[in-house]
T-cell receptor, first 111, second 110 residues
């Protein structure tokens, strides 16, 4: 499978714990995006990378959130001190030029 | 006001019928427009781009009215497999992010 992959697919954590998600984009894609989707809503932009550089961050991305793409390939999204409001589907997408291809998402449940 | 607004539905439509979705966007500087399809508990997938001249892909027709900041999607001869949520998506000039509407849920009834 040469599409965007995300790991884990599901994560259940207790409030206050830290979680980290991984995204592996399509190999030749230089741009990588993170979005968050809650029930009944469309995806909301969080941040994006061009190669290893993080070029834009949404105001949704509080200081508890950090994203990296250290070698311009895979990316990680970490949430520290999780809150119940962080429960959502976290989607990763990548592109080389135009169409953004989405991964299957990581569904986070904070209890 | 939301940047991209859609009627959330649900739309319950008999198989074979024609269904139309509408979407409005608030930023007049928006440059690129898309319809994405999202199946239940799956990721969004690009259905089609929307061009000023209007464009058609099989049973699907998309139109853009820049003056009214309005985008539409028409599905003709609907199939059971068209059941999904349809997301209206806008990309602003010089801005890499996609801005999604809340989506319109469509169910095709046999």
């Amino acid at each position: 499978d040469t599409g965007v992959s995300q790991d884990p697919r599901h994560k259940i954590t207790k409030r206050g714990q830290n979680v980290t998600f991984r995204c592996d984009p399509i190999s030749e894609h230089n741009r990588l995006y993170w979005y968050r989707q809650t029930l009944g809503q469309g995806p909301e932009f969080l941040t994006y990378f061009q190669n290893e550089a993080q070029l834009e961050k949404s105001r949704l991305l509080s200081d508890r959130f950090s994203a990296e793409r250290p070698k311009g390939s895979f990316s990680t999204l970490e949430i520290q001190r999780t809150e119940q409001g962080d429960s959502a589907m976290y989607l990763c997408a990548s592109t080389r030029a135009y169409e953004q291809y989405f991964g299957p998402g990581t569904r986070l449940t904070v209890t | 006001r939301k940047e991209v607004e859609q009627d959330p539905g649900p739309f319950n439509v008999p198989e074979g019928a024609t269904v139309a979705f509408n979407c409005t966007y608030s930023n007049s500087a928006s440059q690129s427009f898309f319809w994405y399809r999202q199946d239940c508990r799956k990721e969004p997938k690009l259905l089609m781009s929307v061009y000023s001249s209007g464009n058609e892909d099989g049973r699907f027709t998309a139109q853009l009215n820049r003056a009214s900041q309005y985008i539409s999607l028409l599905i003709r001869d609907s199939k059971l497999s068209d059941s999904a949520t349809y997301l209206c998506v806008v990309n602003d000039f010089g801005n890499e992010k996609l801005t999604f509407g809340t989506g319109t849920r469509l169910t095709i009834i046999p």
